[in-house]
């Protein structure tokens, strides 16, 4: 049963990759200042969803439950959700960062030109 919740995950995963036109327009429509915490909060909280999930249904009998392994399904879909979100998220903040300002030299020291 283990091996079908993985290819529903990666399944879901490759649909959310075909929609990556909607995904990316979302991920630009936010701030460049939200993009990297609002990417950290979905990599984190996706995990720990996940990982919640998965002992709560422990602490709740084990995976022998009849509703245990499509709660493992729906933990895992949340997951991978979350985890394409916060990728997309991540790279459109280097991605699309301003770079059209000077910065300043890593030496502030001034160059001596030589006569």
């Known amino acids: 049963m283990q091996w079908l919740a993985f290819v529903i995950w990666i399944a879901y995963g490759l649909y959310v990759w075909r929609k990556r ?14 993009r990297l915490p609002l990417s950290l909060g979905l990599l984190l ?33 949340v997951f991978v959700h ?9 790279v459109c903040n280097v991605m699309f960062a301003d770079t059209s300002k000077q910065k300043q030299p890593s030496n502030c020291e001034e160059e001596v030109e030589n006569p």
């Open 45 to 77: 909280g996706g995990a720990a969803i996940l990982f919640g999930g998965l002992m709560a249904i422990d602490q709740t009998g084990g995976l022998k439950q009849l509703w245990a392994w499509p709660a493992v399904v729906a933990f895992g879909i």
């Open 21 to 34: 036109g909607r995904v990316l327009a979302w991920a630009q429509s936010k701030p460049p200042q939200v």
């Open 82 to 90: 979350c985890q394409v979100l916060a990728a997309v998220l991540a």
